[in-house]
């Protein structure tokens, strides 16, 4: 392997979001060097973005591996927090009370438990349940639900996590394991010379053994680069943040959860398009709105802020992982549920990375091959 | 600490706060009519429970919030006194009752 | 106002002190539909506050300059403008549609053209013990003469820098009330850079004015000059102060209230949650939006006046306020009968002549601005310290918005108006950077707090509903 021993970085990560960080904190784990390069200040950043779940229902739907999947990293969730507390220091707050989907009219009640059905019908899905309850037993967990509420479907197996804390705990890991973090490095251009890859930005080069692309939407400009394949659909989010309030909410609903920290966060919005402008106000109308109706002891409640992002989002939804043929050592990884899935991004992928090949019985289904397979269809 | 000029003493306004009834004066914010009345501190701060109090009197700070008439964390520097007007102090985060 | 319709102004001025006022009566006297929104219960701002009702009536106390405000208001009052007083306005997007909330409603406006004259706030000023209870700025102490008639009684100190200390400390004064000290940190570098900026100023009226106002004070209150670091003490509020000057004094002053104030900075949540781009000013060391001369800012449309547009005190304020006026209501109604501007321009030339010069004096020190001990809090809501965020620095952050997602510094009620300028100051000066390289916290609306309930009875519609209403 030409250049071997001289080469500074095993691996190069694009992206220093959630997923970039905890790829290059698993692999920092394993042993490997490695240098993770990050956009400035203003970068679009859908790591900001999300909504914090680690969410597991109704995930899958259409592609049963991936309910396997999301399950993997659900289970490995607790144990990678603690992981991560005990060398950092930061508890993340990680926490899988059992999560609810609200259901706010019999309509809605019937959509969803044709999509339950739908959804548990799929060969090879992952063997957990997710229940329909009406409104008398959603109370038992949930007090004070306004009239409006039908019922919820419910999952035990979801949670919440404090993102920003897992961020920051994620960036805090990795520095202390030795990876380089290159900010303001935007990725211009990627060869592979000589068994190595060269990574070029305005601020220089970086040459590592292996290069994941971690970098969200930008994939989809970066993938050509080694190879690879990464149809994306961005998508714009907004958030509504309240001010602090004492603890009185211990499950996280779909669109409604209360933070370690007593804030509650409102969503979610999912709009067409990357124009940052437009329709904010009536889209924070409708969720506050259906807050309220849902829980209506919020009505008084202040928002502080409200968060938008452009959420990361492959075509069909589903991840792709992926490594390159014609660039051996490059590996592509994007998807939409970065919390959800950063133990397994960090515990499961980032040593199929290390190893240099994919598992082609846990992820191969996530490849970009099935975006070509339907369009031969 | 403070004190009222002696000419400045417009109609009065009775206002309760934390069950105590306090002379204000008409036109007085909530946070003036506080002051005035050697109420030295209006709530805990949210994250490490420290004593808070008016800091700029012109909404921009946020650490005059006090409960008025029910409603938590109103800017009391933005308020103006009104005849028995129920003001609670010292809450820190917001609670919501069911 | 009828639920699910929006109604429509020519012109909707945002803010009710010398620029906003000026702006709506000469928009108003042009026959525009205009329409004067503020959240204080009378007009003023901050500068002329409760000029209509403050309690204060003895005109020596408050000063000559003060009670001009009346004359602004008055005029507004004539000029067919509307009003709307308690009234926040929480969000403006680039489409000029405005949210606004009164009386615990929240209601949307459609405007023509928006002229953002919500002035300046107070610079922050963090130095050890700043979040106790009996520190506040002068500003406030200020509000509480002017709106209430309230004096500091106890032990008084005042610290910090610029023109208002002296005119605080001189309605004070006049009012029969006493201050203890004044604790002056101007740099004495600050005399020569601003000398040899605009020596003429040395003799102007404002100068001299200025000059009599310091004389009239230091008559009756000790001051100590080129104070280099000040802490405040106590718990649960404040007791003493502590102070060290450039000689290496260090003095130790039990007080019950501690005045502080570096200057003013405008206030920019507003404008920057509209769009408007907003540029790093060296001189003044605080970020100002970019203008044209109708003072329109990068969003079409969207004018601000006023200091608003970088601190130039409120005789400037007004002149900006008309010109704002005269270009936002030609773009609307090109035949309108407007005032030429060149009147405008003259006195408003002049009025920013001496900014120089008071800019170079009232620079406060980069060690009040950044602040050099640790354990400082830098963000007041999320009791973030200034040592976390050099820690946090260290670890490759490059900016405030990053910084959020590290420390939750700025994601509090405030906004980030309390430490927005010290988080990207501090992040400049560990980095060895510009602070124009380093930019400012990203600001989305609300820019006020507003109820859950408020937002959720705003209309909607179809596409917004279809967006959030997912099975």
Redesign the interface.
């Known amino acids: 392997m030409a250049g071997g021993a001289n080469l500074e970085h095993d691996v190069a990560v694009v992206g220093g979001g959630l997923v970039g960080a905890a790829v290059a904190y698993g692999l920092a784990r394993l042993g490997q060097r490695v240098v993770l390069l990050d956009e400035g200040d203003m970068a679009v950043r859908a790591s900001r973005g999300n909504f914090a779940l680690v969410w597991v229902q109704t995930k899958g739907l259409g592609l049963p591996e991936y309910a396997v999947w999301t399950v993997a990293s659900s289970e490995a969730w607790a144990g990678f927090a603690r992981e991560l507390a005990e060398e950092t220091g930061i508890d993340v707050h990680f926490q899988r009370p059992g999560g609810f989907h609200m259901l706010l009219s019999d309509a809605e009640m019937e959509a969803r438990a044709l999509v339950l059905k739908r959804f548990h019908n799929q060969a090879g899905v992952a063997d957990y349940k997710t229940e329909l309850m009406t409104r008398g037993d959603v109370e038992k967990h949930l007090p004070g639900l306004g009239p409006d509420v039908a019922g919820a479907s419910y999952c035990a197996l979801d949670g919440h996590v404090n993102s920003l804390k897992l961020f920051s705990a994620l960036h805090t890991a990795i520095d202390a394991r030795g990876v380089i973090y290159r900010p303001s490095h935007p990725v211009t251009g990627i060869e592979r010379r000589d068994g190595v890859f060269v990574i070029s930005s305005p601020l220089g080069e970086v040459r590592a053994g292996k290069v994941v692309l971690a970098a969200g939407n930008a994939n989809q400009h970066l993938a050509p680069m080694v190879g690879l394949h990464a149809p994306m659909k961005p998508e714009r989010g907004q958030i509504i943040v309240t001010e602090r309030v004492e603890p009185f909410l211990h499950h996280p609903l779909s669109t409604v959860r209360q933070t370690d920290e007593g804030t509650v966060m409102i969503g979610d919005s999912r709009e067409d398009g990357t124009d940052p402008a437009g329709m904010t106000l009536p889209i924070n109308g409708v969720m506050a709105s259906r807050a309220v109706r849902i829980f209506p002891r919020l009505a008084s409640l202040n928002v502080v802020r409200t968060w938008r992002a452009i959420r990361v989002m492959p075509q069909d939804g589903f991840p792709i992982y992926d490594q390159s043929t014609t660039h051996p050592g490059a590996f592509l990884v994007t998807c939409h549920s970065g919390v959800t899935l950063a133990a397994g991004h960090a515990l499961n992928l980032a040593p199929m990375i290390a190893a240099g090949q994919l598992d082609e019985t846990r992820v191969g289904a996530f490849s970009a091959r099935r975006f070509h397979a339907e369009a031969a269809q | 600490m403070l004190k009222r000029l002696s000419e400045a003493l417009p109609a009065a306004v009775t206002i309760r706060v934390d069950g105590q009834s306090v002379k204000a004066a008409a036109g007085d914010t909530v946070a003036a009519a506080l002051l005035a009345a050697g109420i030295g501190v209006f709530r805990k701060a949210p994250v490490g429970g420290g004593a808070r109090a008016p800091y700029c009197m012109m909404g921009v700070c946020f650490d005059c919030l006090v409960t008025i008439d029910g409603v938590g964390n109103r800017q009391a520097c933005l308020v103006s006194v009104r005849e028995g007007m129920e003001i609670t102090t010292g809450h820190g985060k917001r609670s919501v009752s069911a | 106002m009828r639920d699910g319709t929006m109604e429509t102004w020519d012109v909707v001025v945002v803010g009710a002190g010398p620029a906003g006022l000026a702006a709506a009566t000469l928009a108003g006297q042009a026959g525009a539909s205009t329409l004067l929104v503020d ?3 009378a007009p003023g701002g ?1 500068i002329y506050r ?1 000029v209509t ?1 403050t ?4 005109k020596r106390i408050l000063g000559a300059d003060y009670w001009s405000g009346g004359r602004l208001v008055e005029t507004f009052v004539a000029s067919g403008a509307e009003a709307m007083h308690g009234t926040t306005v929480w ?1 403006l ?3 000029r ?1 405005l ?1 606004i909330s009164r009386g615990g409603k929240a209601h ?1 406006l459609q405007a023509g053209r928006v002229i953002v004259a919500t002035g300046a ?2 610079r922050p000023f963090p130095i050890p013990g ?8 002068v ?3 200020q ?3 002017k ?8 032990r008084t100190v005042i610290a910090g820098l610029g023109p208002l200390l002296w005119l605080y400390a001189a309605q004070v004064l006049r ?2 009330g006493t201050i203890d000290a004044i604790l002056d940190t101007t740099p004495r570098a600050n005399w020569i850079a601003a000398a040899s900026h605009a020596p003429g100023f040395l003799l102007s009226p404002l100068w001299r004015k200025g000059l009599a106002l310091m004389k009239e004070v230091r008559a009756r209150v000790p001051q100590f000059t080129n104070v280099v670091s000040i802490a405040a003490e106590g718990e ?2 404040v007791r003493a102060v502590t102070f060290k000057i450039a000689s290496g004094l260090e003095r130790r002053m039990e007080v ?2 501690l005045l502080l104030h570096q200057g003013v900075v405008p ?1 920019v949540n507003l404008a920057m949650a509209a ?1 408007a781009k907003h540029v790093w000013d060296d001189r003044q060391c605080c970020f100002v939006p970019v203008l044209d001369d109708g003072f329109e800012s990068s969003v079409p449309g969207i004018h601000i006046a006023g200091d608003g547009a970088g601190i130039a005190g409120a005789w400037a304020a007004e002149e900006r306020g008309r010109l704002a006026a005269i270009a936002a209501v030609r773009a609307l109604r090109p035949e309108a009968s407007l005032p030429d501007d060149q009147a405008f321009r003259q006195l408003l030339s002049r009025h920013e002549r001496g900014r120089a010069f008071i800019d170079a004096l009232y620079l406060p020190p980069a060690s009040f601005r950044v602040p050099e001990v640790d354990g400082t809090v830098v963000c ?4 973030v310290t200034a040592g976390e965020i050099r820690k946090v620095v260290a ?8 910084m ?5 510094c700025g ?5 980030g ?2 430490c927005g300028l010290t988080v990207s100051e501090l992040i400049a000066t560990e980095r060895g950077v510009p602070t124009a390289d ?2 400012y916290y ?1 600001l ?3 820019v ?6 408020e ?7 179809d ?3 279809k ?5």
Not at chain 3, 130 to 137: A, C, D, S, Y
């Open positions: 959240e204080n219960p901050q409760a009702e309690p204060v009536k003895d969000s997007d680039p489409d549609v949210g949307l706030q107070e700043w979040t106790l209870p009996g520190v506040m700025t500003g406030a102490a509000t509480l003469l709106a209430s008639g309230i004096l500091p009684a106890g009012a029969g649960g509020a019950d209230t206030n769009g007041r809501c999320e009791e670890l490759g952050c490059e900016g405030p918005n990053q959020k997602a590290f420390l939750r994601m509090g009620p405030c906004q108006r309390m380093v930019g990203r989305r609306p609300p006020k707090p507003i109820a859950l309930a937002l959720a009875q705003l209309p909607a519609g596409e917004a509903t967006a959030v209403v997912r099975l």
